[in-house]
């Protein structure tokens, strides 16, 4: 990498980020004190993530590590574009919250019973006891719950309540489609190019589908390391490198 391509690649991180700190700062102004689970909240949570990676992986391009700050910047690169996307989508908004502490919590504790099969059974009981009503809010929330009548949906709650298996099921099937349990993280219907597509259609520009095929994939190649990239960076000088992609 050479140092203006260096430098455009800060300049990037850097563009992003201030387009996200006007965003954070248009909500913060509008609520000071939002509640944990608005839009307001999730953003600017989003955005405190965003501008810390974005320091790290500014610093690291200035220093030469080129790889490792394009892995920092990929999840930078995410957080802004699901905020962009967050803040104009509501149920976008309910999916992200909802996520962790009902699928992503079952899936946490399956694996760490997988690896500790022997850990305190009153920690797990309380652990799953913590998912199963967090999941139940996420039903209703996200409009999961079944029933033409007030009676109807109460019983199906109900229901719900009393089947774990059935309640995890639901908010999968109808939630997080993409969520695989065990294998598959995922709270957005959409994978981040199609995100990027809307976020872009909305503010009526192409720059963060650019950054996607400029930065994101090539940084996600560096991640997976993928053998294309491995090995490609001299160790002496990490600015320079061994031979050039692979074409395409």
């Not at 974005?54 to 990929?74: K, S």
């Not at 022997?118 to 199963?132: C, L, P, T």
């Not at 999961?144 to 099937?173: M, N, Q």
């Not at 990239?229 to 600015?239: E, F, K, M, N, W």
Request: proline fraction near 5%; charged fraction near 25%; hydrophobic fraction near 40%.
């Amino acid at each position: 990498m050479s140092n203006g391509e260096r430098g455009r690649a800060v300049a990037a991180v850097d563009g992003v980020l201030d387009f996200g700190k006007k965003l954070a700062q248009d909500h913060q102004h509008r609520m000071p004190a939002p509640s944990y689970d608005s839009a307001e909240a999730v953003i600017l949570t989003l955005f405190a993530a965003a501008h810390r990676g974005g320091g790290a992986a500014a610093e690291l391009l200035r220093r030469g590590w080129a790889d490792e700050a394009q892995v920092i910047g990929r999840s930078v690169f995410e957080h802004v574009v699901y905020a962009y996307l967050i803040a104009h989508d509501d149920q976008q908004r309910r999916l992200f919250v909802h996520y962790g502490p009902s699928l992503g919590r079952w899936d946490e504790i399956d694996a760490y019973l997988s690896v500790f099969p022997d850990a305190d059974q009153a920690q797990v009981a309380a652990a799953r006891s913590a998912a199963h009503r967090a999941s139940l809010r996420a039903v209703e929330a996200l409009e999961l719950v079944s029933g033409e009548t007030e009676e109807a949906r109460r019983a199906d709650l109900a229901a719900l309540a009393a089947d774990p298996e059935a309640l995890y099921t639901r908010l999968r099937k109808k939630g997080y489609p993409r969520h695989r349990r065990g294998r598959t993280r995922a709270w957005c219907p959409k994978n981040l190019y199609e995100v990027t597509q809307v976020v872009d259609g909305q503010r009526g520009t192409s720059t963060f589908l650019t950054l996607y095929r400029l930065l994101y994939a090539n940084a996600s190649r560096v991640a997976h390391s993928d053998p294309s990239t491995v090995g490609l960076v001299r160790a002496d000088d990490p600015t320079i490198l061994l031979i050039g992609p692979t074409p395409p």
